[in-house]
């Protein structure tokens, strides 16, 4: 017969668990709970405790060995990740960005409404890599604001009048409202 640690209930432990010191699986979380290791405690973070190196430099807390083995897994300094541009432009820049004035043709599908299943291809235009809220632009809308010397009034849109998105010419391009997108989208519907 073993006494129970937790609770001092005496109990018979299995042959093959002789050295038992708990009678059942609750007296041993109970245990467990208490006898946590120090260690463990001590680095718990407690809710709203800041990191030790928040708003540090890496050098403050990192010794400068661990900073060259952190150095080589940076993303700038990887050769396979980097855009042939990034010496051009002296930054990093990631392997698949594209020239200024690139136009790309991108395929889009529709996932809800009538459409679902619907594809649409659209032409963008890459302006700007940094410092441009909207690096990739409508390639239209960029056109017809290159044309008329002017942003695009807000709450408007810019759609090719015979719906063929590959005749991006300017005689081919028009400004409408939304309310007026909206009502040529519900067509039908009502």
Wanted: charge should be positive; aromatic fraction near 12%; include cysteine.
């Amino acid at each position: 017969m073993n006494k129970c640690i937790v609770c001092g209930k005496e109990f018979e432990p299995k042959p093959e668990y002789k050295e038992r010191k708990t009678c059942s699986y609750w007296c041993y979380c109970q245990w467990a709970r208490e006898h946590i290791s120090q260690g463990f405690k001590d680095n718990q973070f407690i809710k709203g405790q800041p990191s030790f190196n928040k708003g540090k430099p890496q050098k403050e807390w990192m010794s400068k060995e661990s900073q060259e083995k952190c150095s080589k897994t940076y993303i700038q300094y990887q050769n396979t990740a980097a855009s042939p541009l990034s010496s051009e432009e002296g930054v990093f820049l990631p392997y698949n960005t594209l020239r200024k004035g690139t136009v790309v043709k991108r395929k889009s599908t529709h996932r809800k409404g009538k459409n679902k299943g619907k594809v649409e291809w659209n032409y963008y235009i890459n302006i700007d890599w940094r410092g441009n809220r909207k690096p990739n632009n409508l390639y239209k809308k960029y056109l017809w604001e290159l044309h008329n010397q002017k942003d695009l009034p807000k709450g408007y849109v810019v759609v090719t009048k015979d719906g063929n998105p590959d005749n991006l010419v300017i005689e081919n391009l028009m400004l409408i409202s939304r309310a007026e997108l909206l009502r040529r989208n519900n067509r039908g519907r009502r």
